[in-house]
């Protein structure tokens, strides 16, 4: 049973900086994708950014492009989702996910739908105040 930890999240005035972390419990698995998605009240979940783990191959939504960048650490098992230039409408709450079934090749569409990921992080809340 893979477990994703998210942490990180907190209270930003806009303009500022977070960064998350994803801790990603095993990783025996190789080329899959983890993901950040966020969900702001009363909103669907929306896809942030992805990473292909072994590739560099990186996704983001038009709404953060930009000023958001994700990352990974092989060693330490974690993927990261920095945040600049933040916005009051960056508030939500942030959930890491992983596709551990793999795949040859992901696409943006792959990676963009909740229903690509088959784990998900417990969320982690960040609110950007005006």
């Known amino acids: 049973q893979v477990q994703l930890v998210e942490s990180g999240g907190g209270l930003v005035q806009a303009g500022g900086s977070l960064r998350l972390s994803c801790a990603v419990s095993?990783?025996?698995?190789?080329?899959?994708?983890m993901g950040w998605f966020r969900q702001a009240p009363g909103k669907e979940r929306e896809f942030v950014t992805a990473?292909?783990?072994?590739?560099?191959?990186?996704y983001y939504a038009d709404s953060v492009k930009g000023r958001f960048t994700i990352s990974r650490d092989n060693a330490k098992n974690t993927v990261y989702l920095q945040m600049n230039s933040l916005k009051p409408e960056d508030t939500a709450v942030y959930y890491c996910a992983a596709d551990t079934r793999g795949r040859t090749f992901y696409s943006r569409s792959d990676v963009s739908k909740v229903t690509g990921y088959d784990y998900w992080g417990q969320g982690t809340q960040v609110t950007v105040s005006s």
């Open positions: 095993e990783r025996t698995f190789t080329n899959y994708a």
């Open positions: 990473i292909i783990w072994s590739g560099d191959n990186t």
